[in-house]
């Protein structure tokens, strides 16, 4: 099994059409252009279009859609499996092109920052924190909204590359620019010192945050449940945090309606540390779990998991 399970399947069609594949640089380019030339009637009609046409040609996305969420949502006919897939592909549409405005100059996205009582004392006593997420709803406009405290911090944001090279070099470009100076992004896997950088980081009051419903490529998982099912999950965020003695934080960005985005950061989540590591590292990854599928009941149809889950060798 690839590591990137949440992520989608690809196959002979990537080698044949290259950059027009989905995973290409063309679908990347096409919607910062498409934000930059349509005018705000045309934009609704146009994500109707993209989700009907990718809702029928993506045909392994929507199966996976539709196995998934099969677990929050019950069992279903054939009809239905498709509507639910077309509502999630809709959703996913949606945050993609605002991913986009976000970068136009005279575009405002509408953030409301929920934050618990244990943030504002977190904050309060200058601690840093590995801030954990999931891919739902415009999780990339929260891991920037977070800087918008009282007090400015720095977080250093962990992701893995695109599937294609040229993809991720042109996303990488933009996001470079969108968080400024205190703002800065890592992969995962790829810099044997980057586990020290982040630790010293962490030590020094400053913020990680990393993608907590995916494994990283070749990076260490731990068995699980979602949904009472069994998954893999990377150990990564616990192992971090237990051994920088900071907590964890879940951040969660559904999308409320046009350009409007609500980023709740939860209560945290401190690993527990008892001469039984591995032990430590479930309890807390499972107390996360728990908070992403909190989450997605609320929207079960912008959880944005795009490979399914069953194929997980842990079933």
């Known amino acids: ?177 969108l968080g400024g100076a205190q703002y800065h992004i890592h992969y995962a896997n790829e810099d044997a010192a980057l586990g020290v950088l982040l630790l010293e980081a962490l030590r020094k009051g400053e913020f990680v945050a990393l993608q907590a419903d995916r494994p990283a490529t070749d990076g260490q998982t731990i068995d699980l449940e979602l949904f009472g099912r069994p998954v893999k999950l990377p150990v990564g965020p616990a192992a971090l945090a237990r051994l920088a003695d900071v907590p964890m934080v879940p951040v969660f960005t559904p999308r409320l309606g046009r350009r409007q985005y609500r980023v709740m950061v939860g209560e945290p989540i401190v690993v527990p540390r008892t001469k039984d590591r591995d032990a430590d590292f479930k309890q807390a990854m499972q107390d996360l779990l728990l908070r992403i599928e909190d989450v997605i009941r609320q929207d079960p149809h912008q959880w944005f998991c795009l490979r399914d889950l069953r194929a997980d060798p842990a079933r």
């Not at 950059?19 to 498409?34: A, D, H, S």
């Not at 986009?100 to 244990?118: C, H, K, M, R, W």
Request: hydrophobic content about 45%.
């Open 1 to 177: 099994m690839s590591s990137e399970f949440h992520g989608p399947e690809t196959g002979v069609w990537k080698r044949r059409l290259g950059r027009f594949y989905f995973t290409g640089i063309f679908w990347y380019k096409l919607p910062l252009w498409g934000v930059r030339v349509l005018p705000m009637w045309a934009v609704p009609i146009v994500i109707f279009i993209c989700t009907f046409s990718f809702t029928i040609a993506l045909h392994r996305a929507r199966r996976a859609i539709g196995a998934n969420l099969k677990w929050v949502l019950g069992d279903c006919s054939l009809g239905m499996s498709w509507l639910r897939a077309f509502r999630t592909i809709r959703n996913f549409s949606w945050c993609l092109g605002e991913r986009y405005e976000q970068f136009l100059p005279d575009v405002e996205i509408a953030t409301t920052v929920e934050t618990s009582q244990g943030w504002m004392q977190l904050q309060a006593q200058g601690k840093g924190a590995v801030f954990v997420t999931a891919h739902y709803g415009g999780w990339e406009i929260g891991s920037v909204t977070t800087q918008d405290s009282a007090k400015p911090i720095v977080i250093h944001s962990v992701r893995e590359r695109e599937i294609d090279p040229e993809s991720n070099e042109f996303l990488e470009g933009m996001l470079n620019g």
